[in-house]
């Protein structure tokens, strides 16, 4: 195979990273920070998130399915498994590589009958997403399992709602209400709402990476995903001439124009067709027109020195990227395609 440079990249500051988990760690109080890597990382590369933060400190991971953990399985670290375990999966739950978390009777009955072990469980306490009930939980449903760590999970946490403090309030109600030898409640924006909430351990994911679920986070928060995208011509657009897909963009004066290898294929997402930008020194230069699936065409006329095969930075700070394109900070880390070579500094 012959080494082909990808003509887009994601630089992922390192740094960045492991101040985020930090200082999630710090605003978690006396509790444990473990860390979300579910869905690759985030998109970001699961092993290599877990690595650098492992080094850090960190020592509970979570990921979705127990595929995403047995790609994990090499680092030897501790993980756990949201979806719990199907049928299917018992056989990859029993070679003890991950615990699972069990979510409804039926699979902390599948677990049981295989033996039990070291588990962990989700409790609803109102999101109606996975989980046993309280009720279960009070009419014996746990008892005698191997519990490590209780959870619950979040509906608002990213608001200032009344159902924070009442999620709050009735998984509070549940210690001692099981053998479990930790609590967690808190995703990243449950870490904001305060100490209350991060019982004994917390389970940030978006905000590792860079994304900011409450805007009181911001400054605790730094960027970690940088997209670079390379210029694949540059030309000179004259004033009342249109530009890309069904000409949504006509240039009111002359125009200087670099088209960049960067699509909606590759996960920059269409709804930045003429909201976007791209960065270059400190100069921001806007997306012109629509966004196609290889493709970008930015105004480059403050930069006369950018030439084809020039590299541009993608302004992707996410409040703000999500805000301007509509799309959630989540999409905009977990769209991202194979196409684009990931590279730690
Ligand atoms: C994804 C997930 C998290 C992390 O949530 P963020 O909002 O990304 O911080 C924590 N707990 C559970 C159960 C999750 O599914």
């Given at each position: 195979?012959?080494?082909?440079?990808?003509?887009?990249?994601?630089?992922?500051?390192e740094?960045?990273l492991v101040?985020?988990w930090?200082?999630?760690?710090?605003?978690?109080?006396?509790?444990?920070?473990g860390a979300a890597v579910k869905a690759d990382g985030y998109?970001l590369g699961a092993t290599d998130v877990a690595r650098r933060l492992a080094v850090a400190g960190c020592r509970d991971f979570f990921v979705a399915t127990w595929a995403e953990a047995e790609r994990l399985a090499p680092l030897g670290l501790p993980v756990s498994v949201?979806?719990?375990?199907?049928?299917?999966?018992?056989?990859a739950?029993?070679a003890g590589f991950a615990r699972?978390?069990?979510?409804?009777?039926?699979?902390?009955?599948?677990?049981?009958?295989?033996?039990?072990?070291?588990?962990?469980?989700?409790?609803?306490?109102?999101?109606?997403?996975?989980?046993?009930?309280?009720?279960?939980?009070?009419?014996?449903?746990?008892?005698?399992?191997?519990?490590?760590?209780?959870?619950?999970?979040?509906?608002?946490?990213?608001?200032?709602?009344?159902?924070?403090?009442?999620?709050?309030?009735?998984?509070?109600?549940?210690?001692?209400?099981?053998?479990?030898?930790?609590?967690?409640?808190?995703?990243?924006?449950?870490?904001?709402?305060?100490?209350?909430?991060?019982?004994?351990?917390?389970?940030?994911?978006?905000?590792l990476?860079?994304?900011?679920?409450?805007?009181?986070?911001?400054?605790?928060?730094?960027?970690?995903?940088?997209?670079?995208?390379?210029?694949?011509?540059?030309?000179?657009?004259?004033?009342?001439?249109?530009?890309?897909?069904?000409?949504?963009?006509?240039?009111?004066?002359?125009?200087?124009?670099?088209?960049?290898?960067?699509?909606?294929?590759?996960?920059?997402?269409?709804?930045?067709?003429?909201?976007?930008?791209?960065?270059?020194?400190?100069?921001?230069?806007?997306?012109?027109?629509?966004?196609?699936?290889?493709?970008?065409?930015?105004?480059?006329?403050?930069?006369?020195?950018?030439?084809?095969?020039?590299?541009?930075?993608?302004?992707?700070?996410?409040?703000?990227?999500?805000?301007?394109?509509?799309?959630?900070?989540?999409?905009?880390?977990?769209?991202?395609?194979?196409?684009?070579?990931r590279?730690w500094?």
């Open positions: 195979m012959i080494d082909i440079p990808a003509p887009l990249r994601l630089r992922l500051d740094n960045a101040h985020n930090r200082s999630l760690a710090r605003a978690s109080g006396r509790a444990a920070c998109g949201l979806h719990g375990v199907r049928a299917e999966d018992m056989a739950a029993r699972p978390v069990l979510n409804t009777a039926a699979q902390v009955a599948r677990w049981r009958g295989a033996g039990g072990g070291a588990c962990d469980v989700m409790v609803d306490t109102g999101m109606n997403r996975l989980g046993v009930s309280a009720e279960a939980i009070a009419g014996g449903l746990l008892d005698g399992l191997a519990i490590e760590t209780l959870m619950s999970h979040l509906a608002c946490a990213d608001e200032d709602s009344a159902m924070n403090e009442a999620q709050r309030a009735r998984f509070s109600a549940l210690r001692g209400a099981t053998a479990a030898r930790r609590m967690s409640l808190a995703n990243s924006a449950g870490i904001g709402l305060g100490e209350d909430y991060a019982f004994d351990l917390t389970r940030p994911g978006l905000a990476y860079g994304g900011v679920p409450r805007a009181d986070m911001g400054a605790m928060i730094r960027q970690v995903v940088h997209p670079e995208a390379q210029i694949l011509q540059r030309r000179r657009v004259g004033a009342g001439e249109a530009v890309g897909y069904n000409a949504t963009w006509i240039a009111p004066a002359e125009t200087e124009v670099a088209i960049i290898n960067l699509g909606y294929a590759d996960g920059y997402r269409r709804a930045f067709s003429g909201v976007g930008a791209a960065m270059h020194d400190d100069v921001m230069l806007p997306v012109l027109g629509r966004v196609s699936m290889d493709l970008v065409a930015i105004d480059v006329s403050a930069c006369p020195d950018l030439a084809e095969g020039d590299w541009l930075r993608i302004d992707y700070a996410l409040p703000a990227a999500s805000q301007a394109s509509g799309v959630s900070q989540y999409e905009l880390l977990t769209g991202w395609g194979r196409r684009a070579e590279f500094n």
